[in-house]
């Protein structure tokens, strides 16, 4: 995270409902940033953060007994997100927090900027699909009514998807090049659609690909799944025998395959080492030298995720 500037200095403060002084204990600089650290009724702690031009952006904050150190995100959908070690004191790295500002306004303002484009753009269904994993590509276009869909099902092929909301209803139908979507013309059922599409897919691509680098690599696992994780790119932990169990979001289909097999082994190591330590790093380089990078590309291609893939909230 970068440090703070004279040309973005910010205050912080700490308020605690249960404290003696009543009111809330504030600072503000002639910039008019700030941050906030709330702790709420139950125990529950928030984040508050009031950039120079008055807009308050809230985070959730959320302890995690994995965690070794703090780690702010701004997801796809615009919420922000702070992972706190369990046994860490926030109040204790306010010195921290506040000098996050300047990277808070700068993520921000891409993040609106980002928003804007995609809203000139206009449609949120895209006119192709790419699967780089599998190194093909989908033409997505609009087929006609149900009625229509139904008739190119009989006429035989791949199998159909099918996406219903109340009375709204979807056929999605899959060729050899091109995905054809039949029925309401909403963008949100066709997202829906495209959604579970690539989710079906990436069950029967995804797998292998992680099996083959385990078996390559002496990785002992027992279990591989494919998820609709709304903030990681996969997550591990081991059964009684030691094995490794893997889930890997589906989104995953949409990296790079080296990308992809980088995902892989990250999770793998975590088999031998279920943290985030020197040693694990340690581990992970022995597989791919370069994995800072590599971790850093994963980390803009989640930013960078299409609308229509973009996890909901």
Not at 147 to 172: K, N, S, T, W, Y
Request: contains cysteine.
């Amino acid at each position: 995270m970068p440090g703070m500037s004279e040309s973005a200095a910010s205050a912080a403060c700490l308020r605690d409902p249960s404290a003696a002084t009543s009111g809330a204990i504030s600072g503000l600089t002639a910039a008019g940033a700030s941050v906030c650290l709330e702790r709420r009724p139950g125990g529950m702690e928030g984040l508050t953060f009031r950039l120079a031009d008055g807009t308050v952006l809230e985070a959730v904050v959320r302890r995690s007994s994995r965690a070794r150190r703090l780690r702010l995100c701004l997801t796809a959908a615009g919420e922000w997100r702070l992972v706190v070690p369990s046994a860490l004191s926030l109040a204790a790295r306010l010195d921290w927090l506040q000098s996050l500002l300047p990277f808070v306004e700068r993520a921000w303002r891409r993040h609106r900027l980002r928003c804007a484009a995609e809203e000139a753009a206009g449609s949120l269904v895209p006119e192709k699909l790419l699967l780089p994993v599998l190194g093909r590509e989908f033409a997505v276009r609009r087929g006609g009514d149900w009625q229509q869909g139904c008739a190119a099902v009989a006429r035989g092929g791949h199998a159909p998807l099918r996406v219903e909301d109340g009375a709204r209803r979807l056929l999605l139908v899959p060729a050899e090049t091109s995905l054809t979507l039949f029925g309401d013309g909403d963008d949100m059922l066709a997202a829906e659609a495209l959604r579970r599409w690539c989710r079906r897919q990436a069950g029967q691509h995804l797998p292998p690909l992680l099996e083959e680098l385990a078996q390559r690599h002496g990785f002992a696992v027992s279990e591989i799944s494919v998820r609709d994780q709304r903030s990681r790119w996969g997550s591990c932990s081991r059964d009684r025998q030691g094995a490794g169990r893997i889930r890997l979001n589906w989104r995953a289909l949409l990296l790079p395959r080296e990308d992809a097999a980088f995902l892989c082994l990250h999770e793998l190591c975590h088999i031998r080492r279920m943290d985030h330590s020197a040693a694990y790093r340690e581990e992970l380089a022995r597989y791919a030298p370069d994995w800072p990078e590599r971790e850093r590309r994963l980390s803009r291609f989640w930013r960078e995720l299409p609308r229509w893939a973009r996890p909901a909230g």
